[in-house]
């Protein structure tokens, strides 16, 4: 069964820094497209970041030059360096598999979602 | 940028009744639109991938259309669990529209 597992979030004062885990079951996060797609109270969603299975990674505007996703392939998890927080930051935050089509190519979408984890900044 | 708009905001409806959502592209995203339904508490779920394909484990009486700039999620018959808020998200840049929200009537 496909399980994936935030944890990391908290609260952070305005210019500090968090990182965020994603631990993942059921499948091998090396092998797929990894995203992170945070939501602010009572918003929409907004997509972060991604890193694909080649290592290659792409950032929204709104957090590139301070958040950063890696992944540790012995621990089978998925990293979000948040660096320079600001009060708009706030939100859940998911870690998200990317659906594969029929020969692996990527799809861009999300078939499989982490409960999310809650970062508030705030001083 | 491609932006994504949904319509109504708000859809108010009882179960049993056809829901009828909108999603409208500022330009072509050809067939390349995914739906997800979202409750309370919960993280999204996919239910519909590149405009009408039912991702696995999705009901029947979820159903996807269009292509283009013009996609409609249709629910053919709401059952209480339906009561959600929907997104849609274009491929472009991983955007997701604003939200339609179903509650009950």
């Known amino acids: 069964e496909v399980q994936l597992v935030e944890s990391g979030g908290g609260l952070v004062q305005p210019g500090g820094s968090l990182r965020l885990s994603c631990a993942a079951s059921?499948?091998?996060?090396?092998?797929?497209?990894m995203s992170w797609v945070r939501q602010a109270p009572g918003k929409g969603l907004e997509w972060v970041s991604v890193?694909?299975?080649?290592?290659?990674?792409y950032y929204a505007d709104s957090v590139k030059g301070r958040f950063t996703i890696s992944r540790d392939n012995s621990k089978n998890t998925l990293y979000l360096q948040m660096n320079s927080l600001r009060d708009e930051d706030t939100a859940v935050y998911y870690c998200?598999?990317?659906?594969?089509?029929?020969?692996?190519?990527?799809?861009?979408?999300?078939?499989?979602w982490g409960q999310g984890t809650l970062v508030t900044v705030s001083s | 940028e491609i932006v994504l708009t949904q319509s109504p905001a708000t859809l108010s409806l009882s179960p049993g009744e056809r829901a009828t959502l909108s999603c409208r592209a500022s330009?072509?995203?050809?067939?390349?639109l995914a739906w997800y339904q979202q409750k309370p508490g919960q993280a999204p779920r996919l239910l519909i991938y590149?405009?009408?394909n039912r991702a696995t484990g999705i009901p029947a009486r979820f159903s996807g259309s269009g292509s283009g700039t013009d996609f409609t999620l249709t629910i053919s018959s709401l059952e209480p669990e339906d009561f959600a808020v929907y997104y849609c998200?274009?491929?472009?840049?991983?955007?997701f529209g604003p939200g339609t929200k179903v509650d009950i009537k």
């Open positions: 998200a598999r990317e659906l594969q089509g029929r020969f692996g190519e990527l799809l861009y979408y999300f078939d499989y």
């Open positions: 059921g499948f091998i996060v090396s092998s797929n497209y």
């Open positions: 890193i694909y299975s080649g290592g290659s990674t």
């Open positions: 330009q072509s995203v050809s067939s390349y």
């Open positions: 590149d405009a009408s």
């Open positions: 998200q274009q491929r472009t840049n991983r955007l």
